[in-house]
């Protein structure tokens, strides 16, 4: 398809257990980005990646989070030893160019995580 | 923290021009307002974005004040579908361009 996709659509996972969460951006997009979207909030940066580099991830909650983009195009979203806070819906976005302001991001439909 | 301040409900009757208002008072030089909405259970769409001229494309039409202060996002005839939470952001670009969303506008479209 032409836009962003993630998969799973819907995770349900148990506390304590590991997830992954992917993010299929825009082919040919340089920029990708991860954001957790709490019930009734907008959503909230948690990382970026420029091709593969990770450029920031100052907003990732804890070390449990962590992201990667090896070939600069698929990127994983994984969360270790979840915990029941950790239950949000997380979006993934990815734009043409590096950086600009002129480059807007295109979302996908996210994945909506359950922690019990 | 948001750079920006939205109402947060509005309602419009399908058919109608819906006006979202947003005030951005300490917006910067080079920073852009963006537009995006989000419809139930889908990812924020992109909608419209602006530096300080009025723009308009195929869904809306984004009016700046002179003094970059305030906007307002026009959505010329509003439908059903367009019910949605619409969210104002400012964004100035720099190493990570990120985002940053606040609560939004929920528009609300009715028959």
């Known amino acids: 398809g032409a836009g962003v996709s993630q998969s799973p659509r819907y995770k349900v996972a148990k506390r304590g257990q590991d997830v992954a969460l992917r993010c299929d951006p825009i082919s040919g997009h340089v920029s990708l980005f991860w954001y957790q979207q709490a019930l009734g909030q907008g959503p909230e940066f948690l990382t970026y990646f420029q091709n593969e580099a990770q450029l920031d991830k100052s907003g990732l909650p804890s070390d449990r989070f962590f992201a990667e983009r090896p070939e600069g195009s698929v990127s994983t979203l994984k969360i270790q030893r979840t915990q029941q806070e950790d239950s949000a819906v997380y979006l993934c976005?990815?734009?043409?160019?590096?950086?600009?302001?002129?480059?807007?991001?295109?979302f996908g439909d996210g994945t909506r995580l359950s922690i019990l | 923290d948001a750079k920006t301040t939205q109402p947060p409900s509005m309602d419009c009757a399908e058919g109608r021009a819906a006006n979202l208002p947003c005030n951005h008072s300490t917006i910067s030089g080079n920073e852009y307002v963006y537009w995006y909405r989000q419809i139930h259970s889908q990812g924020p769409q992109y909608i419209i974005h602006g530096l300080k001229n009025n723009e308009t494309n195929e869904m809306a039409s984004l009016i700046i004040t002179e003094d970059r202060k305030s906007s307002t996002l026009i959505l010329p005839h509003a439908t059903l579908r367009d019910t949605a939470v619409y969210y104002c952001?400012?964004?100035?670009?720099?190493?990570?361009?990120?985002?940053?969303f606040g609560t939004g506008t929920r528009l609300q479209v009715f028959p």
């Open positions: 976005a990815s734009s043409l160019a590096g950086t600009g302001a002129r480059q807007p991001q295109h």
């Open positions: 952001i400012v964004r100035a670009g720099g190493v990570t361009d990120k985002l940053i």
